[in-house]
């Protein structure tokens, strides 16, 4: 099994900013890409930031120039730096990662992952 946590919501005002850190773990082999999404009530799930294994990067428009997506390969975790935020940018953001586990001998195995959503506020 692979699991991803996130952390660093919270409540911000307008123009501020925030980090997210989404960490995964279990028996990975390998992780291609990674990404944030985010959710409304009402709304289907967008995508807002995602990065490969590699370090190829694609936003969102809504954020682009705002967000920056970025991971550390050794710790298994995606970061995202969310800045100047917006009253609109309020949602529920989900960590997403796909990759390969290991099977213990027995080979190998693509997995897709989500991580339990951490909650942003940009209120004044």
């Known amino acids: 099994q692979v699991q991803l946590v996130e952390s660093g919501g919270g409540l911000v005002q307008p123009g501020g900013s925030l980090s997210l850190s989404c960490a995964a773990s279990g028996n990975i082999f390998s992780i291609n890409g990674m990404g944030w999404y985010r959710q409304t009530p009402g709304k289907q799930r967008e995508l807002v930031a995602t990065?490969?294994?590699?370090?190829?990067?694609n936003y969102a428009d809504s954020v682009k120039g705002r967000f920056t997506i970025s991971r550390d390969n050794a710790k298994n975790t995606v970061y995202l730096q969310m800045n100047n935020l917006k009253p609109e940018d309020t949602a529920v953001y989900y960590c997403n990662a796909n990759g390969e586990m290991s099977m213990y001998g027995l080979g190998r195995r693509r997995f897709g992952s989500w991580g339990q959503g951490t909650q942003v506020t940009v209120s004044s």
């Open positions: 990065i490969s294994s590699g370090g190829s990067t």
